[in-house]
């Protein structure tokens, strides 16, 4: 069964950092396109960082300079380094990934970690 699977979110005081994981497992052909988006309570699910097979990254602007997303191909894992975090930037976070699996080139979602900057 593929899946990607989270990890790294916690509550955090304004200004810290922040570095979340996702790991996708199964049988994987290769990996596509990797991004995290956020969902904070109330809004719609937007995306945050993408980054290509290649190394080539996007960001949303309110977070260019502060969060920075790379990936290890070999571990087929994605990272969010995340910096000077403000308490707008609380929200479940997701990893998303293309893929090519035995199902197929399909588009999967992980399950989300919360991120939440408070003091």
């Known amino acids: 069964q593929v899946q990607l699977v989270e990890s790294g979110g916690c509550l955090v005081q304004p200004g810290g950092s922040l570095r979340l994981s996702c790991e996708a497992s199964g049988i994987i052909f290769s990996i596509n396109n990797m991004a995290w988006y956020r969902q904070a309570p109330g809004k719609q699910r937007e995306l945050v960082a993408r980054?290509?097979?290649?190394?080539?990254?996007n960001y949303a602007d309110s977070v260019k300079g502060r969060f920075t997303i790379s990936r290890d191909n070999a571990k087929n894992t994605v990272f969010l380094q995340m910096n000077s975090l403000t308490p707008e930037d609380t929200a479940v976070y997701y990893c998303n990934a293309n893929m090519f699996t035995t199902a197929g080139f399909l588009n999967y979602w992980g399950q989300g970690t919360q991120v939440t900057i408070s003091s």
């Open positions: 980054i290509t097979s290649g190394g080539t990254t």
